[in-house]
């Protein structure tokens, strides 16, 4: 096998970038990483050399390029057998549907609530739209756990692409609160943003110097 490279944004910011990442750790993959930083004049031709769509995450696999975090989680959950999906066909229909739903969906969420990792103790106004969000989330965690975690603490027991599409969301609670979660949803949450997997990821994200003003919302 070649050595991948996964083509990533600010460690800090870039939620989409963090899934393929964390899921390439639970894998033990591996992979080069190249950091281009959001939000700069040359952000679009430096990623126009990688990317057909000019976004990150990209994956490069020798010839092969990869885009979309969820073709990608896809791709590496094939590397490793199928090993970033449930075994079990019900659970893995399920993780298949949550991964979706967080892929398509959560528009509130993602623009009410940013990822920013570093950030504590901030908050924002609730809407109705990012309220119903929350809500969604936590049924959504519930659910994953007592229908199918009882194998593990990760949302399908196991780690799998449902927990690395979710861990961008887990850091969103960290920094805007745990207001709407129940007792599951935030023990996953606590168990999600101290996963010792993701710890060089967030001490990255701490050492970064830039700030993206409209990433920094909430008091
Ligand atoms: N649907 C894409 C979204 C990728 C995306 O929006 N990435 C952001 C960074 S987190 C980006 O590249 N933004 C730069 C831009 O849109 O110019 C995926 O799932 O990979």
Redesign the pocket.
Known sequence: MTELTLVT?NRN?????L?PWILIQHLGLGCREVRIA??TPT??AE?GRYSP?????VLMDGPLTV????A?LEYLSELKGGAGWPAERTARAMARSVVAEM?AGFQALRSEYPMNIRARNRRVPMTDELAASIRRIDALFTDCRREHGTSGSWLFGQYSAADAMYLPVAFRFQTYGLEGLGRVARDYVTLAVHDPLVAPWVAAAEREVETIKHEEVGR
């Open positions: 944004g910011y870039s939620s989409w970038s899934r959001l939000d952000f679009a990623a769509t000019l976004r990150v995450p885009w979309e975090s969820v990608i892929h």
